[in-house]
């Protein structure tokens, strides 16, 4: 098992920047790779962003390349996702999840989640 607690999330106006934190205990966090996804009002949910085990390796959805940066630090057994220049339409709850896999950018891939958090963007 492995629990997964995001933090960070908040109301934020646009064009502003907010950094998640994804924390994790139980099994070791190096030996999954871990991803972001998010769900907006209505919407279902969409993959936003994953890194590989060792860090080496980041994907990223179209709608968030360069404004997004994924990262982690195995010591800290903590993941992150960096978000600038923040529009409202980045405004959904946003969750972490970790995998086996590699990079998969299926949700169904993902074995473990944590409860999400939520980013408000005001225009």
């Known amino acids: 098992q492995v629990q997964l607690v995001e933090s960070g999330g908040g109301l934020v106006q646009a064009g502003g920047s907010l950094r998640l934190s994804c924390a994790t205990s139980?099994?070791?966090?190096?030996?999954?790779?871990m991803g972001w996804f998010r769900q907006a009002p209505g919407k279902e949910r969409e993959f936003v962003a994953a890194?590989?085990?060792?860090?080496?390796?980041?994907t990223y959805a179209d709608s968030v390349k360069r404004r997004f940066t994924v990262s982690r630090d195995n010591a800290k057994n903590t993941g992150y996702l960096q978000m600038n220049s923040l529009i409202p339409e980045d405004t959904a709850v946003y969750y972490c999840?970790?995998?086996?896999?590699?990079?998969?950018?299926?949700?169904?891939?993902?074995?473990?989640w944590g409860q999400g958090t939520q980013v408000t963007v005001s225009s």
């Open positions: 999840a970790v995998t086996q896999g590699s990079l998969p950018r299926t949700e169904s891939e993902y074995g473990y």
């Open positions: 139980g099994r070791t966090f190096s030996r999954y790779a």
């Open positions: 890194i590989s085990m060792g860090s080496g390796i980041a």
